[in-house]
Nanobody, 132 residues
C-alpha cells in the first residue's frame, strides 16, 4: 500500500456538505480497512469512519462510524478508482479539523474503535473548516 492521498477539504458553512476522497496507488494487503481520522491542534487524532475492503466475501463493505458523526457521514469505496469517499452532510463547527486517511493492513471484523497505531500509509491530510 503506497501512501494515500486525500482531497476535497475546504471552508464551508454549518449545515453544508463536503465529500472527501482518499486515493491509493495500489492495495497490497488482503485484509484491509481504510479509515478516516481527524485532528485539531492540541488534541489526539480521532477515528471518524472506517470501511472493510479486504477480500470478496461476506463482510466486505462493512463500515464503522464514531458516535459524533453517525447519521451525518457516509464512507464508501470505489474499487475501480481505488478511492475511499467520506460524504459529510450537515457539517457542524465541531467538525473543523485536518482529515487524514490511512489503511489498517490487519483489519478484522467486526469493526470497532479505531486506533491510529493500527493504521499505516497516512496521507498528508485535507483541512475542513466549518464556520457557524
Amino acid at each position: 500500500q503506497g501512501q494515500l492521498v486525500e482531497s476535497g477539504g475546504g471552508p464551508v458553512q454549518a449545515g453544508e456538505s463536503l465529500r472527501l476522497s482518499c486515493t491509493a496507488s495500489e492495495y497490497r494487503y488482503s485484509r484491509t480497512c481504510v479509515g478516516w481520522f481527524r485532528q485539531v491542534p492540541g488534541k489526539e487524532r480521532e477515528g471518524v469512519a472506517a470501511i472493510y475492503i479486504g477480500g470478496t466475501g461476506t463482510g466486505r463493505g462493512t463500515t464503522y462510524y464514531a458516535d459524533s458523526v453517525t447519521g451525518r457521514f457516509t464512507i464508501s469505496q470505489d474499487d475501480a478508482k481505488k478511492t475511499t469517499w467520506l460524504q459529510m452532510n450537515n457539517l457542524k463547527f465541531e467538525d473543523t479539523a485536518m482529515y487524514y486517511c490511512a489503511a489498517d493492513p490487519l483489519c478484522t471484523l467486526p469493526l470497532g474503535e479505531m486506533r491510529p497505531e493500527d493504521y499505516v500509509d497516512w496521507g498528508q491530510g485535507t483541512q475542513v473548516t466549518v464556520s457557524s
